[in-house]
């Protein structure tokens, strides 16, 4: 089985699904939240617009989402930012979601998708002045490639947002990759994925010539992303088990396991980087 067909047992769900337990946007990774009351939906759309700050993004940028799930993050910055926005996914219903959301807000000449893997994806070098990863790299194999191809997209000047769920060290890695949890959800819900420490994230970094202009620790962040996810799989349970019995228990368990392990075997961090050469 390819990466392109094992990740697609996930992501290629009916998108339905997945507007049961995600916020309007459907945005499929870490908010960022500002206070206890703060709703799901705001903290999505800040932690968009935190990603802009963080890629320095003033507006009309050219910006490439590798791993675009349902097109939050593309259609945000055309709207946003006037950015113009290429997004790259290999689950065909995404892309179907994506030019739906493309004709209904006008946004045509701004927002562009290719139903591919980025391991497969060849960019127009320089062609880009930021690119982005939200939790999609750890669904791709070869990080030095990935990395060499992030740099090849880029600008001089260009920045590389990405953030992902990292295991805690190299040595939590060795104890935990092979247990149970990290089975179900790297076999059982995704088919493919390879979880890592932050170290071989920035050393493929560094090694394709990128330089780090910031890590940031999102863990307590995601950790409530994801419990305001598990309440909303609760909350739609009648109609999840109409698109099979059986999902809303295998998404809440994939939910718990993912949340189980946070600041004991596993970490959410942002990376930030410059082509700065």
Known sequence: MTVVAATNQHYDLDPEIFARFLDPLRKYSSALFASDDDTLERA?????????????ITG???ILDAGCGWGALPLFMAEECGCR????????????YIRECVAARGLGALVHTEATSFEGYEPEPGAFDAVTLLGSVVHMDGLDEVFATIRRALRRGGSLYLSESCFRSEAIRRAFDERPGTDFIRHGIFGSGELRPLSELV????????SIRAVHDLTADYQRTIECWMANVRAASPALEQHGEGLTERLLRYLETANAGWGYTTKHYALVCRKSR
């Open 60 to 62: 009309g940028e050219r």
């Open 203 to 210: 050393a493929a970094a560094e090694g394709a010539g990128l």
């Open 44 to 56: 999505q759309r800040r932690k968009l617009a935190w990603v802009a700050e963080q890629l320095g």
């Open 85 to 96: 926005t290429v997004g790259i996914s290999p689950a065909p219903r995404q892309h179907a």
